[in-house]
T-cell receptor, first 109, second 115 residues
Framework: GQNIDQPTEMTATEGAIVQINCTYQ??????LFWYQQHAGEAPTFLSY??LDGLEEKGRFSSFLSRSKGYSYLLLKELQMKDSASYLC??????????WGAGTKLIIKP | DVKVTQSSRYLVKRTGEKVFLECVQD?????MFWYRQDPGLGLRLIYF???????EKGDIPEGYSVSREKKERFSLILESASTNQTSMYLC??????????????FGEGSRLTVL
């Protein structure tokens, strides 16, 4: 079956760096997405990786290794507003999205 | 900015009632989707549509139907609501073109409680 694994919850300190991991086993691969979802709000797109390597976008970076079925989202200079759930999703060979359950990130002062 | 608007943020219905959830997007997206989101689970796809009057079943279509009469509007229908359909329902849309990543734009969600 198809599966996306990510930690349920993580805690980090304001100003620090945190890495949220995502491992996947899917039928084919056509890209990996990260979304951010604040409590009670809609998910919003953060990043997209289809080739191996690091994609940097301001304080956020996303890394992909297709051979290892692994990605991470790196958040630098954490701010209180980064407290949210982070959703990993993989597009499979049928161009359907498979979603992880999300990682709730708690930022402490 | 892309806007996806869901008709109701919060609904409370009784078992057996018919429920309509409306979703409208203003960016001329070809693709539209309905998901449900439950604690501890990833988003689960109920139905999707790649064109007007076209619909495809997702992973959990049982107990649901959809309608797409106009490109901008995608409606989710619960013919006879049951308590196990209590959930957050998220509508999303995206471009179909290969020139786009296919990122989804989500509505704010409709939290449905069935008593």
């Amino acid at each position: 079956g198809q599966n996306i694994d990510q930690p349920t919850e993580m805690t980090a300190t304001e100003g620090a760096i945190v890495q949220i991991n995502c491992t996947y086993q899917t039928s084919g691969f056509n890209g990996l997405f990260w979304y951010q979802q604040h409590a009670g709000e809609a998910p919003t797109f953060l990043s997209y990786n289809v080739l191996d390597g690091l994609e940097e976008k301001g304080r956020f970076s996303s890394f992909l290794s297709r051979s290892k079925g692994y990605s991470y989202l790196l958040l630098k200079e954490l701010q209180m507003k980064d407290s949210a759930s982070y959703l990993c999703a993989v597009r499979d060979s049928n161009y359907q999205l498979i979603w992880g359950a999300g990682t709730k990130l708690i930022i402490k002062p | 900015d892309v806007k996806v608007t869901q008709s109701s943020r919060y609904l409370v219905k009784r078992t057996g009632e018919k429920v309509f959830l409306e979703c409208v997007q203003d960016m001329d997206h070809e693709n539209m989707f309905w998901y449900r989101q439950d604690p501890g689970l990833g988003l689960r796809l109920i139905y999707f549509s790649y064109d007007v009057k076209m619909k495809e079943k997702g992973d959990i279509p049982e107990g649901y139907s959809v309608s797409r009469e106009k490109k901008e509007r995608f409606s989710l229908i619960l013919e006879s609501a049951s308590t196990n359909q209590t959930s957050m329902y998220l509508c999303a849309s995206s471009f179909a073109s290969d020139s786009h990543t296919g990122e989804l734009f989500f509505g704010e969600g409709s939290r449905l409680t069935v008593l």
